[in-house]
């Protein structure tokens, strides 16, 4: 099944630097990659997906990049906030089983 | 537009009670809900998923007997903990996709259990 790989888990950065996150998978057949952001005790929220037929998504100061051939997926952050601070997690939808698999998350804080 | 509301947000019960959440999308048909489960500072483990009219798909490890779930309409599924132990107390969260797992899928906020 597919397996899904994220890191780092913890991410400190300050105030107006970048951020990146970085997921790889297992099942060359994942097509559709979101990627949700928790804050603590709250419900995960969609802040960006992107499909295998695209490499790069971009919605204001967040991005998403797509490797195919490599199987990464990465999300990038510019001039951070602290209300960007949230535990972050990147999916991958494997086609097989018809479900989202879930990276174990990576914790964001932005100091500032 | 595309909101999932759960309910209750909270429950304490005794042990071997059972206990019924709620999961319904308000401004939208889910034909795909989804039942997660979250351990502290862990990620989201997909318990089941469920289609309106049919019956749910369970995760390996998962008790079908102890975990049921009803989709009985395109707004609503229910997950009844039944016999709830200790070790069952959790973050439980639904999610809704207007069509499947390949689509965006719109969380709830959550029901923490706490078993007694």
């Known amino acids: ?112 | 537009g595309a909101v999932v509301s759960q309910h209750p947000s909270w429950v304490i019960c005794k042990s071997g009670t059972s206990v019924k959440i709620e999961c319904r999308s308000l401004d939208f048909q889910a034909t795909t809900m989804f039942w997660y489960r979250q351990f502290p500072k862990q990620s989201l483990m997909l318990m089941a998923t469920s289609n309106e009219g049919s019956k749910a798909t369970y995760e390996q490890g998962v008790e079908k007997d102890k975990f049921l779930i009803n989709h009985a309409s395109l707004t609503l599924s229910t997950l009844t903990v039944t016999s709830a132990h200790p070790e069952d107390s959790s973050f439980y969260i639904c999610s809704a996709s207007k069509a499947g797992a390949w689509e965006t899928q719109y969380f709830g906020p959550g029901t923490r259990l706490l078993v007694l």
């Open chain 1, 1 to 112: 099944g597919e397996n899904v790989e994220q890191h780092p888990s913890t991410l400190s950065v300050q105030e107006g630097d970048s951020a990146v996150i970085k997921c790889t998978y297992s099942d060359s057949a994942s097509n559709y990659f979101p990627w949700y952001k928790q804050e603590l005790g709250k419900r995960p929220q969609l802040i960006i997906d992107i499909r295998s037929n695209v490499g790069e998504k971009k919605d204001q100061r967040i991005a998403v990049t797509l490797n195919k051939t490599a199987k990464h997926f990465s999300l990038h952050i510019t001039e951070t906030q602290p209300e960007d601070s949230a535990v972050y997690f990147c999916a991958a939808y494997q086609g097989g089983s018809e479900k989202l698999v879930f990276g174990k998350g990576t914790k964001l804080t932005v100091n500032p």
